[in-house]
């Protein structure tokens, strides 16, 4: 069975601090990971993706994350929060095999100016 | 160009009408979805369609009902509508698992509200 969580249903960071949104996936076979941001009134846009190449993937807007096998994590970093970035964060998972797609509940980014 | 594109993107109407929200992806690709939002954010998958046939029917009330026409097509009708059916409906697309690489298109999303 697929799933995910993403630890932290809110994150406050101040404006130009990291950003650490946590996502753990749990997969009986190698997962297809990602990440989506939605901002406000909008749709989800697919921010990065690993797919069993190299474990630290970079995405788009500065943000990257990196695949840990041993602790089943792909948490999402930003060396420095914009005040655009503020949105709602999905952590996904999904076999390469199929089109079934596990979202986590999600995690709402507040960026304080 | 929109590459997944629904419209309406607001309906408002009473309890027990019947709505249809539509969804064209011109993307090429052979998967397309609905997904139900609710208040909280949390996303879960209705229906998906490859190629016109349904492959993934999640727990839902059969008075929502899929049509794919095409494989570009993916529309949603809802009868006899509750007010636990307010939520945003995306629609989404992807190529097919034979020709996978896992990223899902969105839409922009139809707000329902049933009052």
């Known amino acids: 069975a697929q799933s995910v969580t993403q630890l932290d249903s809110h994150v406050s960071v101040s404006e130009g601090t990291p950003v650490l949104l946590r996502c753990n996936y749990s997969?009986?076979?190698?997962?297809?990971l990602f990440w989506y941001v939605q901002h406000p009134n909008k749709g989800l846009q697919l921010l990065l993706k690993y797919t069993s190449a190299a474990t630290l993937v970079k995405g788009i807007n500065g943000f990257e994350a990196e695949f840990k096998k041993s602790e089943t994590s792909f948490h999402l970093t930003k060396p420095s929060a914009h005040m655009s970035d503020a949105a709602e964060y999905f952590c996904?998972?999904?076999?390469?095999?199929?089109?079934?797609?596990?979202f986590g509940t999600g995690t709402s980014l507040t960026v304080i100016p | 160009d929109t590459a997944v594109s629904q419209t309406p993107k607001y309906l408002v109407t009473q309890m027990g009408n019947d709505k249809s929200i539509k969804c064209e992806q011109n993307l090429g690709h052979d998967t397309m979805y609905w997904y139900k939002q609710d208040s909280k954010k949390f996303l879960k998958i209705m229906f998906s369609y490859n190629n016109k046939e349904l492959i993934i029917n999640e727990t839902v009330p059969n008075r929502f009902s899929p049509k794919s026409p095409d494989k570009a097509h993916l529309n949603l009708h809802i009868n006899s509508l509750e007010l636990g059916d307010s939520a945003v409906y995306f629609c989404a697309s992807s190529l097919s698992p034979t020709r996978y690489t896992g990223e899902l298109f969105f839409g922009e999303g139809s707000r329902l509200t049933v009052l």
């Open positions: 997969s009986s076979y190698s997962p297809s």
């Open positions: 996904v998972v999904t076999l390469n095999t199929g089109n079934q797609f596990y």
